[in-house]
C-alpha cells in the first residue's frame, strides 16, 4: 500500500493523523529498505520497537489492573502474558493492516517478510512507539481499545491460557482433591471435522462441561467453565 494510501487509512479506520510523520515512516521502516535505499534519509523500526515494548507492556497491566479487580496477580500476569506475544501482536498488525504499510528491500518482499509473524511483532511495537511520541498515552490507550483490548470480549487470548492450570490451582488452594476429565462424546461434523464434549469433575462431582474440535480443546472449555462457574459463587 502506499504511504499516503496508508496514512487515509489510519485517518479513516482509527482517527490517526500523525503530525511528525517522519516518525510513522520510521516506524514502518525495515533496515533492508535503508541498505537499498542510501541517498533517503531516516532510521529503521528499531528504536521504535524499543519504546513500543516498554508502552505495551504498560498499557496492558494498567488495563487489566483497572478491568478485573477482583483478580489475583497470578491471573492478571497470565493474562498480561497472552497478550503481549509475538502471535498477539503480529494478528493485531493484520487487523490494523500495519503489514500492509511496511517499507521492505526487494529482498525481504520476495521472501514473504510481510507476512513474518516476528516482523510483524517489531513492527506493531514501532508503531506503537511512534503514535506514544506523536501524540501520548491517551492515543495509544484509544487505538488498543479498537484493536487490542476489544479482542479480551471475543475470547481471542483463551488459547493462550492454561485454564486447566489454573483451575487446579484454585481448586486445590485449600488442599489436595481429585480433579478429573472426561470425554463425554465425539460427533462427526462436517467434512473431516470432530467435536468433543468433555466434563471436569472434582472428588466424583460433575462441575461443567465443554466442547472443542479436539479432546484437549473440549477439557480446556470444561475448565474454563467451571472457573467461572466457581467465580461467580
Do not use: C
Request: no cysteine; hydrophobic share 35%; glycine share 6%.
Amino acid at each position: 500500500m502506499p504511504q499516503d494510501s496508508f496514512k487515509q487509512h489510519l485517518l479513516s479506520e482509527f482517527n490517526i493523523q500523525f503530525q511528525n510523520e517522519e516518525l510513522l515512516r520510521e516506524a514502518l521502516t525495515q533496515r533492508n529498505y535503508l541498505n537499498e535505499h542510501p541517498d533517503e534519509p531516516g532510521r529503521d523500526y528499531q528504536r521504535l520497537e524499543f519504546l513500543g515494548d516498554s508502552v505495551m507492556q504498560v498499557s496492558v497491566a494498567e488495563y487489566l489492573f483497572k478491568r478485573y479487580p477482583s483478580w489475583h496477580e497470578g491471573q492478571l500476569t497470565e493474562m498480561r502474558i497472552a497478550m503481549v506475544q509475538t502471535r498477539s501482536f503480529a494478528h493485531f498488525s493484520r487487523v490494523a493492516h500495519l503489514n500492509e504499510g511496511i517499507r521492505l528491500g526487494k529482498g525481504e518482499e520476495m521472501s514473504g517478510a510481510r507476512d513474518r509473524d516476528s516482523l510483524l511483532e517489531d513492527i506493531w511495537e514501532a508503531f506503537i512507539g511512534a503514535l506514544y511520541l506523536d501524540k501520548g498515552p491517551e492515543a495509544v490507550r484509544t487505538f488498543l481499545d479498537q484493536t487490542l483490548f476489544a479482542a479480551i470480549d471475543t475470547d481471542f487470548f483463551d488459547r493462550f491460557i492454561d485454564f486447566k492450570s489454573r483451575l487446579q490451582e484454585k481448586l486445590q488452594k485449600n488442599g489436595a482433591v481429585d480433579i478429573a476429565y472426561r470425554t463425554e462424546s465425539e460427533k462427526q461434523m462436517a467434512g473431516n471435522e470432530q467435536l468433543f464434549e468433555a466434563s471436569v469433575s472434582v472428588d466424583n462431582r460433575e462441575l461443567t462441561r465443554g466442547t472443542g474440535k479436539s479432546i484437549k480443546d473440549a477439557e480446556k472449555a470444561a475448565a474454563r467453565a467451571a472457573l467461572k462457574l466457581l467465580e461467580e459463587k
